[in-house]
Nanobody, 123 residues
Framework: VQLQASGGGLVQAGGSLRLSCASS???????MGWFRQAPGKEREFVAA????????YYADSVKGRFTISRDNAKNTVYLQMNSLKPEDTAVYYC??????????????????WGQGTQVTVSS
């Protein structure tokens, strides 16, 4: 599985962006997640969902503002980001691991990673 993230950019605080993560292989049976890494900080969990989309998880810092979704027919996962804040500035990575009903929020569970896309939110 090879992942390609896109959709990042520069946006003012309060604005929106939608990130996409396209997979070269089928996303069926893979849990998908988004993580981010700000300068000088560790990579952190943002959002994840199970292969069928029934289990969805968000970091507390993005709940109510970000929405993860997926289209398995297109082998693509999305992250809709609304009400962006300067502290959301980071490189965003999509990731995948074989669905096993757990481990959605743990970075160590993911063994496939995209290259990252930069999101910059100006104040």
């Amino acid at each position: 599985v090879q992942l390609q993230a896109s959709g990042g950019g520069l946006v003012q605080a309060g604005g929106s962006l939608r990130l996409s993560c396209a997979s070269s292989g089928r996303t069926f049976s893979y849990a998908m997640g988004w993580f981010r890494q700000a300068p000088g900080k560790e990579r952190e969990f943002v959002a994840a969902n199970s292969w069928a989309g029934g289990n969805i998880y968000y970091a507390d810092s993005v709940k109510g503002r970000f929405t993860i979704s997926r289209d398995n027919a297109k082998n693509t996962v999305y992250l809709q980001m609304n009400s962006l804040k300067p502290e959301d500035t980071a490189v965003y990575y999509c990731a995948a691991h074989r669905e096993k009903g757990s481990g959605y929020t743990f970075i160590g569970e993911y063994n496939y990673w995209g290259q990252g896309t930069q999101v910059t939110v100006s104040s």
